[in-house]
């Protein structure tokens, strides 16, 4: 009865994945094994809560902004699951205990980069190692751009220097009720060293300022947003074999981190250095 009553809402991403094969892969691919404690965003109708639980993981969370919904997801309430209704950009996953070691979710489209932030921010110091995401295939491209792509980006950047990022699979709008008007694809994402890269604000600051001027050359984007001189930041691109007209895009993940690593010398004396365990 429920089920017929909710009229999606296209401003909350609600784009339901109705496929069963889909669904049960996002599910293989997440390799749930007993001990696993699972984060799902946007639980929806719960098509993919009901096959999480399932796996028999030891905990699930999951979370979902609209409380219309309560209906659908009240249904598969137990010990297991705890159902959280709230915006998950806002909600502090760090009070989660026992802390999630895995993200598996139909993620609602607009809020992605921010989303994916937030988990990193949050969840991989305390121990996440897997996220399995669907998200929009143009995104997936993105996060996996590699050195002297157009696509590179802050956030597939941070991802790839803390682990690896891979698509999976592609999924057409025709898996989706409503159908949404782009294509899209499940994406892994490892995370198994610099947990701590997300919540450091060198790090965030650099790329974020080496990003917003993307048609400049890096020192002259560099130099525009930190007290530094461009002679320095040439100076410094040379020891790693770069050019003084490199653009941000063409920096591998070990020119940034030694980037970030002479910056902090030069800004805060290197007085607290984050390391690839922490
Ligand atoms: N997991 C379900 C499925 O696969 O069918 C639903 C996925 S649907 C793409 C995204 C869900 O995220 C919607 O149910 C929507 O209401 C919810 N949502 C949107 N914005 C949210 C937010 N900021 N925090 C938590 N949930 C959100």
Known sequence: ???????????????????????????????????????EIGAGEGNLTRLLLETGCSRLYAVEIDTDLKPFLKTLEGPRLELIFGDAVKLDFTALAPAPNKVVANIPYHITTPLLWHILEDLAPKGLCRII????????????????????????????A????????????????????????????????WIGLANDRLWRRVLRASFSKRRKTLVNALSSC?????????????????????????????????????????LLGGERKPTPDN
């Open 133 to 160: 995401v669907m998200v929009q295939q143009e995104v997936a491209r993105r996060l996996q751009a590699q050195p002297h792509s157009k696509e590179r980006s802050p956030l597939g950047i941070t991802l790839q």
């Open 1 to 39: 009865m429920a089920r017929r009553l909710h009229s999606t809402k296209s401003k909350l991403g609600q784009n339901f994945l109705v496929d069963k094969n889909i669904l049960d892969q996002i599910v293989k691919f997440a390799e749930v094994n007993q001990d696993d404690v699972i984060l």
């Open 226 to 266: 930190l007290p530094i001189e461009k002679k320095v930041l040439e100076e410094l691109l040379k020891r790693q074999n770069l050019s003084p007209l490199v653009r941000p895009e063409d920096l591998s993940i070990e020119d940034w981190l030694y980037l970030r690593d002479k910056l902090e010398d030069l």
């Open 162 to 193: 803390m682990g690896n990022v891979r698509t999976l699979r592609s999924v057409p709008p025709t898996a989706f009720r409503p159908m949404p008007k782009v294509n899209s694809a499940i994406v892994e994402m490892n995370i198994s060293r």
